[in-house]
T-cell receptor, first 117, second 113 residues
């Protein structure tokens, strides 16, 4: 079974600085998707960034980028120029690309990011 | 596109009562998922639908839980004989297809006293 591990329960960063959130996963599959979702306090979860495992190029979305290391099964999220609105719980998630394996997301336990001014 | 909506947003019930939650997915999204999230944890998969067909159920979904999506549009999740351990946030997500991104609703927070 696939697992996702986020080893940093809490992280903090100052405004305008850069922070990296870690995520590792375990799978025997070669084709899959990885995601970072953001869940602000009392608000709904939104997708931050998505990475297809077959793509070697790291995904980027504005201030958000990932460092995808397939061999190491590592998928970290870098937030540049941090803003107060980035404060939230961040979840790393895995999904198989095989239809028969199901398409449910498997989440890590999350990292709470606080941003100070 | 109004996003995924869930109703109610909060529910307080007494142990042993039945509760039902509703999820309205994004229009024309064929896939609908239910997840459960307890405090300090990531969401855990419960079940999902392709149109009106329930294709997969997690072992977390005990026989007290039932989900339906009768016309392939909205879905309901019912918990019978609630227990204190059922207290959690119940999240609904939808996607246009199996390999597409899942979009989440705001969740229904259940508290069982």
């Amino acid at each position: 079974a696939q697992t996702v591990t986020q080893s940093q329960p809490e992280m903090s960063v100052q405004e305008a600085e850069t922070v990296t959130l870690s995520c590792t996963y375990d799978t025997s599959e070669s084709d899959y998707y990885l995601f970072w979702y953001k869940q602000p306090p009392s608000r709904q979860m939104i997708l931050v960034i998505r990475q297809e495992a077959y793509k070697q190029q790291n995904a980027t979305e504005n201030r958000f980028s990932v460092n995808f290391q397939k061999a190491a099964k590592s998928f970290s999220l870098k937030i540049s120029d941090s803003q107060l609105g980035d404060a939230a719980m961040y979840f790393c998630a895995y999904r198989s690309a095989q239809e028969q394996a199901g398409t449910a997301l498997i989440f890590g336990k999350g990292t709470t990011l606080s941003v100070s001014s | 596109d109004t996003g995924v909506s869930q109703d109610p947003r909060h529910k307080i019930t007494k142990r042993g009562q039945n509760v039902t939650f509703r999820c309205d997915p994004i229009s024309e999204h064929n896939r609908l998922y239910w997840y459960r999230q307890t405090l300090g944890q990531g969401p855990e998969f419960l079940t999902y639908f392709q149109n009106e067909a329930q294709l997969e159920k997690s072992r977390l979904l005990s026989d007290r839980f039932s989900a339906e999506r009768p016309k392939g549009s909205f879905s309901t999740l019912e918990i019978q004989r609630t227990e204190q351990g059922d207290s959690a946030m119940y999240l609904c997500a939808s996607s246009p297809g199996p390999q597409e991104t899942q979009y989440f609703g705001p969740g229904t927070r259940l508290l069982v006293l």
